[in-house]
């Protein structure tokens, strides 16, 4: 059997780092960074050294800039420019970065909408924009996005209703789109979301009912936190909620419900916090709550229970750390 001589097997090697160290960034994306660059100012600029943003023998590449090699080529995976103070309408550029995988512009002072070609960005799983001040409607062209896992637009102003194309992201994990303008129902459809594990749409204008929101049958299979609170839901809480096995935190505060608290509830197996607060509810706390062996955190202040139901733990406001932000 014929072997190659240790010398060819060096130049092959060496043949194989030159072509790699010498690879070229796709066009489509170095262009699309310089327009990025240039629309988002002096504050990234300063970092953003060279002509090519995944660095070529001189420069390292652009901070905030992840590329990855394809073939002959270069292609930018993840672009995370966050907590930098840019100004300034939402770059549609970045919609030309096709192989991202990851964008999050999170905490700046991004203005305008959201505009409609985000949904070429057919590979991406992670999308923060929360803390900043986008507006108009949630283009429903985020529902093109099948690989998303997370979709972080809280803390906006985006208005309109929740688009129900959210319903058509199969691998969508976490959902947040508190701290907006959003108005009407939840989309009982986000209930076929298999894969959904946190779904938090407080501190907006909603209304609606549970009732309404878990109609599907074996709906939010996977779905571990929920967060109603502070919109205008009303009616009651329906005892069909204990379905939702998985369920670890109920948010219910400020709102306007009422009637009974059901002891199904108290089925729930992986129960640890529900918060009942400033609603109409009424009656008692059935005591299997009391004898949950997970359930730390009961609130009840603000309601008309009768004498004599009590509140479990000290109620403290849920907020997650960055760190936790992207499990």
């Known amino acids: 059997m014929w072997r190659p001589s240790s010398s060819l097997s060096v130049i092959l090697v060496f043949t194989l780092l030159v072509n790699v160290s010498f690879s070229k960034t796709l066009k489509r994306d170095v262009k699309a960074l310089n327009e990025i660059k240039a629309s988002l100012g002096w504050r990234v600029v300063y970092s953003w050294v060279g002509d090519d943003p995944c660095g070529d023998g001189d420069h390292p590449p652009w901070s905030g800039v992840t590329c990855s090699t394809q073939g002959d080529y270069r292609v930018v995976t993840e672009l995370e420019v966050y907590a930098v103070s840019i100004v300034g309408p939402f770059p549609t550029a970045v919609t030309n970065l096709l192989d991202l995988t990851k964008?999050?512009?999170?905490?700046?002072?991004?203005?305008?909408?959201?505009?409609?070609?985000?949904?070429?960005?057919?590979?991406?799983?992670?999308?923060?924009?929360?803390?900043?001040?986008?507006?108009?409607?949630?283009p429903p062209e985020i529902g093109e996005l099948k690989s998303l896992t997370h979709l972080y637009l809280s803390f906006n102003s985006f208005k309109g209703e929740i688009p129900r194309e959210l319903a058509n992201l199969p691998e969508l994990r976490y959902l947040y789109l508190h701290e907006n303008r959003l108005i009407g129902r939840i989309p009982p459809e986000l209930g076929n979301l298999q894969n959904l594990r946190h779904l938090d749409v407080g501190h907006n204008h909603l209304v609606g009912t549970i009732r309404e929101l878990i109609r599907i049958d074996g709906c939010f299979p996977a779905l571990r936190n929920l967060y109603l609170n502070n919109n205008y839901l009303t009616g009651g809480v329906p005892a069909q909620l204990s379905n939702l096995t998985n369920l670890e935190i109920l948010y219910l505060s400020y709102n306007k419900m009422s009637g009974i608290i059901p002891s199904e509830l108290a089925n729930l197996p992986r129960l640890?916090?529900?918060?009942?607060?400033?609603?109409?509810?009424?009656?008692?706390?059935?005591?299997?709550?009391?004898?949950?062996?997970?359930?730390?955190?009961?609130?009840?202040?603000?309601?008309?229970?009768?004498?004599g139901v009590k509140p479990i733990g000290i109620h403290k406001v849920l907020e997650l750390s960055d760190t936790e932000f992207l499990v």
């Not at 916090?273 to 949950?292: A, V, W």
């Open 272 to 307: 640890t916090c529900m918060y009942l607060d400033h609603n109409q509810f009424s009656g008692r706390i059935p005591e299997t709550f009391y004898k949950h062996p997970l359930l730390k955190e009961m609130y009840i202040e603000g309601s008309s229970f009768r004498p």
């Open 103 to 138: 964008l999050d512009l999170h905490n700046n002072k991004l203005t305008g909408p959201i505009p409609a070609q985000i949904g070429r960005l057919k590979r991406l799983k992670i999308l923060n924009l929360r803390w900043n001040k986008l507006q108009d409607v949630i």
